[in-house]
């Protein structure tokens, strides 16, 4: 006969109390190993969740009536996602795995925005035991290109709103920047006109708009998940040509080279050219050569060379420049001049020097401008003015300039 069977109820219920403190004693007690963490996750990638429950059998032999099983638990929605390794949940993307007896992993597939919340590991003991983690889905930013500013045209004066839209999870942040690393002007502002490299925001007002001010400016989207991304958007700025001749009187030695120069801006990009002072234009051959180099996005230096001055050479020439909106000139005017006696120069010794080229090619220095609103700039006007015409109005310096080339012609 069986011991036990003799003992009755109460020695059995004995028994069973040592035997549950005794699963304390040892730690039996199914219980989690590490806590659940968190996972933040950009959308489309795969999350999982471990849950380490240790003891999970001991519990099972004990003899209890319930079964404890680990089980999956979406806690905003209360929907049971999983137990042991079935999914429960009608959702593909879903699975468990389950692996070193202790070890249950719930695996996301190609997260989506919705399976963001709280998520619960749950083991179905009495009272049951659960631990909970957030699992955060992130966007990386995107342009919306339909809400986003193209490239833009506006004439200097005028104003430009550059608006850039990002979506993306946390909502990205704009930043603006100019591509050249140039300054970003507001002038509307309550503070009047401030000056930045970047600044913040979807609306960049650009108001009283002016040539320097043309470029590319970049909106950056950034939220913290990669990739950031960008749209670049062109701001031209349209004006009048401007001339600005810096050397409009020249002199040079018959049977020399010389090089007349015109700076030019224009935008939209103008077509420039040279001509006579009759008008007749000038192409490039042995006598001529023309060149342009741009100095920046609008600006452009106009060179003519004349090789082998004679006497037919001298007189006016003309750059012109001429764009959508209108065109400009600048007059040079060339004029025959004896190579000065070197040694006399010497001696003389004075308080200025000049360049050995400008001694023989140019005369008289300073900025011509013509045709645009900058004129008030324009130190003199109306170029084949002779030097001794010209020489009143300017600055010392160039009137000891223009007297000794007078010394030198006389
Ligand atoms: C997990 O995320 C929740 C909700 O965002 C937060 O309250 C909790 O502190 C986080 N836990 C840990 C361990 O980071
Ligand atoms: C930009 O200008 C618009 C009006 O054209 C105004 O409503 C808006 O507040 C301005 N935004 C900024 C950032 O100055
Ligand atoms: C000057 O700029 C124009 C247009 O921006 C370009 O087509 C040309 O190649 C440039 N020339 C030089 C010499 O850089």
């Given at each position: 006969?069986?011991?036990?069977?003799?003992?009755?109820?109460?020695?059995?219920?004995?028994?069973?109390?040592?035997?549950h403190?005794n699963f304390i004693?040892l730690?039996l007690e199914?219980?989690?190993?590490?806590?659940?963490?968190?996972?933040?996750?950009?959308?489309?990638?795969?999350?999982?969740?471990?849950?380490?429950?240790?003891?999970?059998?001991?519990?099972?032999?004990s003899?209890?009536?319930?079964?404890?099983?680990?089980?999956?638990?979406?806690?905003?929605?209360?929907?049971?996602?999983?137990?042991?390794?079935?999914?429960?949940?009608?959702?593909?993307?879903?699975?468990?795995?389950?692996?070193?007896?202790?070890?249950?992993?719930?695996?996301?597939?190609?997260?989506?925005?919705?399976?963001?919340?709280?998520?619960?590991?749950?083991?179905?003991?009495?009272?049951?035991?659960?631990?909970?983690?957030?699992?955060?889905?992130?966007?990386?930013?995107?342009?919306?290109?339909?809400?986003?500013?193209?490239?833009?045209?506006?004439?200097?004066?005028?104003?430009?709103?550059?608006?850039?839209?990002?979506?993306?999870?946390?909502?990205?942040?704009?930043?603006?920047?100019?591509?050249?690393?140039?300054?970003?002007?507001?002038?509307?502002?309550?503070?009047?006109?401030?000056?930045?490299?970047?600044?913040?925001?979807?609306?960049?007002?650009?108001?009283?708009?002016?040539?320097?001010?043309?470029?590319?400016?970049?909106?950056?989207?950034?939220?913290?998940?990669?990739?950031?991304?960008?749209?670049?958007?062109?701001?031209?700025?349209?004006?009048?040509?401007?001339?600005?001749?810096?050397?409009?009187?020249?002199?040079?030695?018959?049977?020399?080279?010389?090089?007349?120069?015109?700076?030019?801006?224009?935008?939209?990009?103008?077509?420039?050219?040279?001509?006579?002072?009759?008008?007749?234009?000038?192409?490039?051959?042995?006598?001529?050569?023309?060149?342009?180099?741009?100095?920046?996005?609008?600006?452009?230096?106009?060179?003519?060379?004349?090789?082998?001055?004679?006497?037919?050479?001298?007189?006016?020439?003309?750059?012109?420049?001429?764009?959508?909106?209108?065109?400009?000139?600048?007059?040079?005017?060339?004029?025959?001049?004896?190579?000065?006696?070197?040694?006399?120069?010497?001696?003389?010794?004075?308080?200025?020097?000049?360049?050995?080229?400008?001694?023989?090619?140019?005369?008289?220095?300073?900025?011509?401008?013509?045709?645009?609103?900058?004129?008030?700039?324009?130190?003199?006007?109306?170029?084949?003015?002779?030097?001794?015409?010209?020489?009143?109005?300017?600055?010392?310096?160039?009137?000891?300039?223009?007297?000794?080339?007078?010394?030198?012609?006389?």
């Amino acid at each position: 006969m069986a011991t036990h069977a003799q003992g009755g109820p109460l020695a059995r219920l004995l028994v069973l109390a040592v035997l549950h403190v005794n699963f304390i004693a040892l730690g039996l007690e199914p219980d989690f190993l590490y806590p659940l963490e968190n996972v933040t996750i950009a959308q489309g990638r795969d999350a999982m969740f471990t849950c380490v429950v240790n003891n999970l059998g001991g519990y099972r032999v004990s003899g209890d009536s319930a079964t404890a099983r680990v089980a999956w638990i979406k806690a905003d929605t209360k929907a049971i996602l999983a137990i042991h390794e079935h999914v429960i949940t009608n959702n593909a993307r879903l699975s468990v795995t389950h692996n070193d007896y202790n070890t249950w992993t719930l695996n996301i597939r190609g997260v989506k925005r919705e399976d963001r919340g709280q998520y619960m590991c749950q083991v179905n003991t009495d009272p049951m035991k659960m631990q909970t983690a957030f699992l955060e889905v992130v966007i990386p930013p995107d342009i919306i290109y339909e809400e986003t500013s193209g490239d833009m045209m506006v004439p200097e004066g005028g104003s430009a709103k550059l608006v850039c839209k990002a979506r993306g999870y946390p909502p990205p942040k704009i930043v603006w920047r100019r591509e050249d690393g140039g300054d970003i002007i507001s002038r509307g502002g309550p503070q009047g006109k401030t000056k930045v490299t970047s600044l913040e925001g979807e609306i960049v007002n650009l108001t009283k708009v002016t040539r320097s001010e043309m470029g590319a400016y970049l909106c950056i989207a950034a939220n913290g998940v990669p990739p950031s991304v960008s749209k670049r958007i062109m701001l031209h700025v349209h004006f009048h040509p401007l001339v600005q001749v810096p050397n409009q009187l020249v002199g040079a030695p018959t049977g020399t080279d010389v090089t007349l120069q015109c700076h030019v801006e224009a935008s939209p990009k103008a077509i420039n050219y040279w001509t006579r002072e009759n008008g007749e234009m000038i192409i490039s051959n042995d006598k001529y050569q023309m060149t342009e180099i741009n100095s920046s996005a609008y600006s452009v230096q106009m060179r003519l060379v004349i090789r082998n001055i004679q006497r037919s050479d001298l007189g006016g020439y003309k750059c012109i420049s001429k764009n959508s909106i209108g065109d400009a000139e600048g007059n040079i005017r060339l004029y025959e001049m004896e190579l000065p006696n070197r040694k006399s120069r010497d001696d003389d010794d004075g308080d200025f020097s000049i360049e050995e080229t400008n001694d023989v090619r140019s005369s008289l220095q300073g900025p011509l401008r013509e045709g645009g609103p900058r004129d008030e700039d324009a130190s003199f006007l109306g170029g084949g003015a002779p030097p001794s015409a010209a020489a009143t109005p300017l600055a010392p310096k160039f009137f000891l300039i223009t007297a000794l080339i007078l010394a030198t012609i006389c």
